[in-house]
């Protein structure tokens, strides 16, 4: 999978998860959710990656992870969005909201509200999580 997959995937999945929050279907909702901001992160770090060059394989076996944090150094986005943070409260709190998002959520139950409470922190156009990470994928 490369760059412009991820970052196709990243589209259909936020997508899909607008159509369930439509249909009421909450958990899935949310754990497509946050897929979308897991592929968007690893359209960042494929875009780090060169093509003529072979992967380092400790950074290539770190990058096989569902966590949002370490996906997040990995792509070696920390100090700015470390920065965006303090500048924009609002981003702040969404990101707060997304990174609690894990990939064992496809098993739970999610309330209605904590799957549009993570829909919007991802999709708000000003301070948006994916807004965010699209500008740097």
């Known amino acids: 999978m490369n760059r412009t997959d991820l970052q196709r995937l990243a589209n259909e999945r936020i997508r899909d998860a607008k159509v369930l929050l439509k ?4 958990s899935a909702a949310y754990y497509l959710a946050g897929y ?9 770090i494929a875009k780090l990656m060169k093509p003529e060059e072979f992967p380092d ?28 943070l303090n500048a924009d409260p609002d981003l702040r709190e969404n990101w707060d909201t997304v990174k609690e ?7 739970a139950r999610t309330a209605k509200t904590d799957a549009e409470k993570l829909y919007e922190a991802i999709t708000d156009k000003k301070h948006g999580v994916l807004s965010w990470l699209k500008r740097r994928w």
């Open 101 to 107: 998002w894990n990939e064992s959520s496809r098993n």
């Open 57 to 84: 394989k400790n950074f290539a076996d770190k990058c096989w992870t569902h966590s949002l944090t370490q996906l997040l150094v990995l792509a070696g986005l920390k100090d700015d969005l470390d920065a965006a």
């Open 23 to 26: 249909a009421h279907r909450w």
């Open 36 to 44: 979308a901001v897991e592929c968007a992160l690893k359209a960042c």
